[in-house]
């Protein structure tokens, strides 16, 4: 075997070693990669997991502040309370949390938080920031974790200007009247049945609803629903033997009979509830009182508290009326409680986002007459009588029910009103807010012929064309009134009343206010166009003969309607509210 020259035998020997240490080198760069990659990761993980510990304790701290927002100390109390939750559960940064109040709100459709000022605030936000310092790789870096949440306080109220006393039998003679039965419970049970409240969020299950929209949405009869609130009752064990005993009468005197709207939801006749809120789940810890409950729906159920007026009210009676002649007249006399439950302030219209409206009396008068194709006179006549309007003005939650309260502002108690309108109708159904029309009435209607051109039809109208309105007066208007109630039910500061007296005599003198601003608020249009404010007296001549024809009928209410209401013990021209109950959310992630 031939062997190699000692000098190429040194070559590939250096050659091999250059290879080696080559190899060596690129192993190292990987091994050097590799090391810098896991201790790189070691840093990302360390931050991950600092940003989830960082997010838990925003979390909390939300949770925290938005718990106590809704009590006394408002926005810096619950600043406070979500400062000191973080650094309960681990916050070390170099400041404190930041912390801002707002409202949770879906009114316009997406949820969003709110920190214009919109009040009552129901939110808080929580920003948490701490530096979080590499273990290996480059300098510290700061990580930031933000988290919202609410919680909603809901109160819920009824309004009546028609209470009847829990005395004298007159409850027993008002529910059976309306359920065509014979209803006999003693005072107590009565008294039991006022003070007992039931939860939106079981009825809703124990009439098979799957949330509080599909519960507003349905239909009971009363027997149903003074069932479901039996059974409901029961199964929580919050009830005494005589009130399930008390519903089970009901519900054997109620058998059958028309099944009720729910849900107010403004389609022409009302529902048992009015609710004020944008998202009506959040209603389903809110209470009702079990017996405006039944009341509220035996009085629906019933259908006849508005009274067609028509045919005692014949047009051809009034002196000065020879024209063909039409008169829809309707009056609606006890109207029943309006219940309402919802969020307590204003929105950003200025209305209460949770409000009632009641009357005792509505009449509604819609008088028309005509002249072959030439001319017409409509008059759409509201009144109302000893009504009252209140809102949910602020709940205040604390740490026991007897130191929360709820307020509610009865904006208006009026003796009388009346509004002269195209949407005078309206009003004998609405349960939210103060009587008002809207829409100019058109009083007459005239159609002018011309030669060789198309008809002129010029209105006469009552009311403002610019911004729109109709007539609006009010007699007997009291001051505003602001209630306060306790969280505790069945204490003597449950119902509250706001006092307005003389019902029929100043109904009367509101329509001769009427005629007398009559004059000086119409104006013409013709072709749909106002061209002014000139004043057809021609057209007022029926307008006063009529006033002077209803004029005794209304003063009649003193001598007639007042003992009637009385005998069923309910007071003439009082606004009652009735608290119900103050519900103090938990509070809960959103965002």
């Known amino acids: 075997m031939r062997s190699l020259p000692p000098r190429h035998s040194s070559t590939m020997q250096r050659f091999a070693r250059r290879r080696q240490r080559g190899a060596t080198a690129v192993l190292a760069a990987v091994w050097i990669g590799t090391a810098v990659a896991s201790l790189g990761a070691l840093d990302v993980g360390n931050v991950y997991l600092m940003r989830r510990q960082l997010q838990r304790t925003a979390d909390l701290a939300a949770v925290a502040g938005a718990q106590t927002i809704g009590m006394a100390g408002g926005c810096a109390g619950a600043t406070t309370s979500a400062q000191q939750a973080a650094v309960r559960n681990g916050y070390t940064g170099d400041t404190p949390v930041s912390v801002t109040c707002g409202r949770w709100s879906t009114a316009s459709g997406a949820a969003q938080f709110d920190a214009s000022g919109a009040t009552p605030l129901n939110a808080v936000q929580v920003t948490a920031t701490q530096s979080v310092n590499h273990f290996f790789i480059g300098p510290a870096r700061d990580v930031q974790a933000v988290a919202t949440a609410k919680a909603s306080d809901t109160a819920s109220f009824s309004l009546t200007s028609n209470l009847a006393s829990l005395s004298g039998g007159a409850v027993n ?14 005072v107590a049970t009565w008294q039991a049945l006022a003070s007992t409240n039931v939860r939106l969020g079981d009825l809703a299950t124990q009439l098979g609803a799957a949330s509080i929209n599909e519960l507003l949405g349905a239909k009971v009869t009363v027997s149903n629903l003074a069932s479901a609130m039996a059974s409901v009752l ?24 028309v099944a009720i709207a729910l849900g107010d939801g403004g389609s022409g006749a009302p529902g048992l509830l009015a609710i004020g809120l944008a998202d009506k ?38 002196p000065g009326i020879t024209l063909p002649a039409s008169l829809t007249a309707k009056a609606a006399i006890l109207q029943p409680p309006v219940i309402a439950v919802g969020e307590a302030g204003v929105d950003g219209t200025g209305a209460y986002r949770t409000s009632a409206h009641a009357a005792q009396v509505r009449v509604f008068l819609d008088l028309n007459l005509s ?51 195209q949407d005078a109708g309206l009003n004998l159904t609405n349960t939210t807010s103060a009587m008002r029309c809207q829409q100019p009435a058109r009083l007459a209607s005239l159609t002018i012929p011309l030669p060789l051109l198309p008809p002129v039809t010029v209105d006469v109208n009552a009311g403002r064309a610019t911004p729109l309105s109709g007539l609006n007066l009010s007699l007997g208007a ?56 000139d004043v057809l007296n021609a057209a007022l001549s029926p307008l006063q003969n009529l006033t002077n024809a209803l004029q005794p009928v209304l003063g009649s209410l003193d001598t007639v309607l007042v003992p009637l209401l009385q005998l069923l013990g309910v007071q003439v021209g009082v606004s009652t509210v009735h608290a119900i109950s103050l519900s103090c959310s938990d509070a809960q992630l959103v965002n």
């Open 173 to 186: 003679g008002l529910l059976g009247a309306l359920l065509n039965a014979n209803v006999s419970l003693d």
């Open 234 to 257: 029961s199964r929580n064990n919050i009830a005494s033997a005589n009130v399930i005993s008390a519903l089970t009468t009901v519900q054997a005197a109620a058998s059958g009979g």
């Open 281 to 318: 789940q959040a209603a389903a810890s809110a209470s009702i009182s079990a017996l405006d409950a039944l009341l509220v729906a035996a009085e629906l159920a019933h259908g006849t508290s508005a009274l067609d007026l028509g045919a005692a009210l014949n047009p051809s009676a009034i």
């Open 371 to 421: 002249v072959a194709s030439l001319a017409t006179v409509d008059l759409p006549l509201a009144i109302e009588g000893a009504n009252g309007t209140a809102g949910l003005a602020q709940t205040q939650c604390a740490s026991t029910k007897a130191a929360s309260t709820s307020t509610v502002r009865v904006s208006s108690t009026n003796v009388a009103q009346v509004c002269l309108g």
């Open 478 to 533: 009291m001051n505003p009134a602001t209630l306060t109630f306790n969280g505790q039910t069945g204490d003597g500061d449950d119902y509250q009343s706001v006092n307005a007296n003389a019902l029929g005599s100043a109904t009367g003198g509101l329509l001769g206010q009427v005629m007398a601003q009559l004059p000086g608020s119409l104006f013409l249009t013709v072709g749909g166009a106002s061209v002014g404010s």
